[in-house]
């Protein structure tokens, strides 16, 4: 079981930057992957970004030259840095970690939201 500590989000003007950051622990080995996705109000959730302990990175074309996603392997965390926010960044935005080809696990999310 792995379990996932989010932090970070709130408030942020258009144009503006927040850092997310989450935390993993529990049992740990391997290959694995973590990242982040968003859900909008009224909306499916959605990939923002994703990082394998490799350090290969995706991003979603929405966000790609504004967000940047990094990890410290040593720390299991994953952090999200948010520049450039729009409305439409809008969300509560989830960590996701997966290891072994087949475990998901959530984090509890956290709002981000942008607006003036």
């Known amino acids: 079981q792995v379990h996932l500590v989010e932090s970070g989000g709130g408030l942020a003007q258009p144009g503006g930057s927040l850092r997310l950051s989450c935390a993993a622990s529990?049992?740990?080995?391997?290959?694995?992957?973590m990242g982040w996705y968003r859900q909008a109000l009224g909306k499916e959730r959605e990939l923002v970004a994703t990082i394998a302990n490799s350090g290969s990175t995706a991003y979603a074309d929405s966000v790609k030259g504004r967000f940047t996603i990094s990890r410290d392997n040593a720390k299991n965390t994953v952090y999200l840095q948010m520049n450039s926010l729009k409305p439409e960044d809008t969300a509560v935005y989830y960590c996701w970690f997966t290891q072994g080809g087949s475990n998901d696990y959530w984090g509890q999310g956290t709002q981000v939201t942008v607006s003036s």
């Open positions: 529990g049992s740990i080995f391997g290959r694995n992957a």
